[in-house]
């Protein structure tokens, strides 16, 4: 992994912070359209309706919380979206339980970016580096060589550059 500046990720990470909404809906009030990309909600209560271009990863989950075989799904979703959508919202209409989506408002576009348990306990990225970073702070001895964010992973090399040891005799480390 190359990785990007500090500098950058964290401004990534601040922009994904500031884009982030979550939304707890009833699965009934779920659906695909058939572009086989777009995602929206339907809160059947309030009747707020959401829409959102679907990210790999909501589709990985919407499969897997309707027992749909990962390959089956992607093969829906590549040559015959609106059978997908048929099948996904006659699951989604069955479930009678709720779903917490996060999402990204982005000024270009909304993204779906998961489909979790409304019980998921929800840690936001720039709160992890915030902790992890500050920990570092204030002294010269550990530098971050790589880092990134990805769509499913934060990444941290933090190397001290002051610890030295030796794994055998003549063999510093």
Not at 70 to 98: C, H, I, T
Request: aromatic share 10%; charged share 25%.
């Amino acid at each position: 992994m190359a990785g990007r500046s500090l500098n950058d990720v964290v401004i990534d990470l601040e922009r994904q912070h500031v884009a982030k909404e979550d939304y707890i809906a009833p699965a009934r009030g779920m659906r695909i359209w058939e572009d086989g990309s777009t995602f929206e909600i339907n809160h059947l209560v309030t009747g707020e309706k959401k829409t959102f271009q679907s990210s790999q990863i909501l589709h990985n989950q919407i499969g897997a919380a309707l027992n749909i075989p990962g390959r089956y799904y992607e093969l829906m979703r590549q040559e015959k979206p609106e059978l997908l959508a048929q099948n996904v919202n006659a699951w989604f209409a069955d479930k009678s339980n709720s779903y917490m989506i996060r999402s990204f408002q982005f000024p270009e576009k909304s993204v779906g970016r998961a489909m979790l348990s409304t019980q998921y306990r929800r840690i936001d990225n720039l709160l992890i580096a915030e902790t992890v970073l500050s920990m570092f702070a204030g002294t010269d001895q550990y530098e971050v060589v790589e880092c990134e964010v990805t769509e499913r992973k934060l990444y941290f090399k933090i190397v001290n550059r002051k610890l030295e040891a030796d794994v055998k005799v003549g063999d510093t480390v």
